[in-house]
């Protein structure tokens, strides 16, 4: 972040003069659109293009677009007249001025009123982010699911110079990898503008859009293999001069979460009562540059039991009859289930009796999923009755 304090600071919370506004306009026509760049600069309001993107929604048939597209004169305003008034019909307007793009929120024509007027800010743009004032916020929630993490990741990007930012997408530095086997990378655009994620493949994201003077918020979700494994490291990318950031993982009983250079996370509930651990860290406090990423170790994540793979194992095998050596040297034949021994098809089931009752514990605790929970049933269940040893499960 610039040392230069004297460059004048736009305060992204609460200063609407910087935010684009939608407000109703008794005296503008019905079906009338007007629109109104404002900016500290005269010569950007005249001759430039603005888009009104026009979207119909339809059950039945599906939504349908379409654009127009219409000129400011000298103060900076232009109309769109004549258009559609039902409430089916969303509008969003956007300019393109100076090699940035500045978008309004979407809206619809309200009742009883004529029109609507779009108060559309626009700003000088530059891609060279180092004497401006930007400062970004993160906060990841890591939820397990069956056999995955589902990963919530939201970066905050506050832009407090009078200037918007267009990020260079060949600038390297803007790119940023996720933690190692992302995938179903769902990205989510801020619905207050025109900054966002874009994929950058193998697993990558970059910034881009325009951050204008203000507070942006950049969301995705992806998912990661918990690879069947107690114990996982997740490696998260810091944002352009990062201030702060705040972990939360829902947790069953018995995970824990330890995260380099921050402090022991808090336990908590989430809304639904399930255990939760957090931990957070403020750099801008403490004065310290955030590190370029963050590792995330959690451990004691559930997994299927060693014992439950071989009781199956054993079972398919006894039940298999010898299948080992009707596959090898001895050229045997395969023995019938009737010449294998009691006391093998005896311990087989006890093994797998065991084993569906260590599950349903581990499900009732909250320490399966639903989904791990019935294929793991389903696979002990199969196997039981491949024995075929005549046994009543007890109750």
Avoid: C
């Avoid at 260079?168 to 655009?189: E, F, H, T, W």
């Amino acid at each position: 972040m610039p040392s230069n304090a004297s460059q004048r600071m736009i305060n992204p919370h609460g200063n609407r003069q910087t935010m684009a506004r939608v407000i109703p306009a008794p005296d503008l026509q019905p079906g009338e659109i007007e629109v109104r760049l404002s900016s500290n600069d005269a010569n950007m309001l005249d001759n430039q293009d603005i888009k009104l993107a026009i979207t119909k929604q339809s059950i039945e048939k599906g939504n349908t677009s379409s654009e127009l597209h219409a000129t400011t004169n000298l103060g900076g305003v232009a109309h769109f007249q004549g258009q559609e008034t039902a409430t089916d019909f969303i509008y969003t307007v956007t300019a393109n001025v100076s090699g940035a793009q500045y978008s309004a929120p979407q809206f619809q024509f309200r009742a009883g009123v004529s029109g609507m007027r779009v108060l559309l800010p626009v700003y000088k743009a530059t891609s060279d982010y180092s004497q401006m004032v930007l400062i970004s916020r993160a906060l990841m929630a890591i939820i397990p699911q069956d056999n995955l993490f589902a990963v919530d990741l939201l970066w905050r990007i506050e832009n407090y110079s009078d200037t918007a930012w267009v990020p260079d997408p060949a600038d390297k530095n803007l790119r940023y990898d996720l933690p190692r086997g992302a995938k179903a990378i769902n990205i989510r655009k801020d619905q207050g503008g025109d900054a966002h994620f874009e994929d950058a493949g193998n697993g990558s994201i970059r910034l881009a859009g325009t951050f204008a003077p203000g507070q942006h918020d950049l969301m995705l979700r992806f998912h990661l293999d918990t690879e069947n494994s107690s114990t996982r490291l997740l490696t998260f990318p810091t944002g352009v001069n990062m201030v702060s950031a705040r972990i939360l993982l829902d947790s069953a009983p018995g995970m824990a979460m330890r995260i380099a250079g921050f402090q022991e996370p808090v336990e908590t509930r989430n809304q639904d009562g399930q255990r939760r651990l957090i931990a957070s860290r403020d750099f801008l406090s403490e004065k310290m540059r955030a590190p370029a990423e963050l590792q995330v170790q959690i451990s004691g994540i559930p997994t299927p039991a060693a014992g439950r793979g071989f009781a199956v194992g054993l079972a398919a095998l006894i039940a298999a009859g010898g299948l080992v050596l009707s596959m090898g040297r001895f050229k045997a034949k395969t023995p019938s289930r009737s010449q294998l021994s009691k006391e093998d098809r005896e311990r087989a089931g006890e093994l797998l009796l065991e084993e569906l009752i260590r599950l349903e514990q581990a499900f009732k605790q909250g320490e399966i999923g639903r989904k791990t929970h019935e294929t793991a049933k389903r696979q002990l269940l199969e196997a039981y009755a491949r024995l075929g040893a005549g046994l009543q499960p007890a109750s």
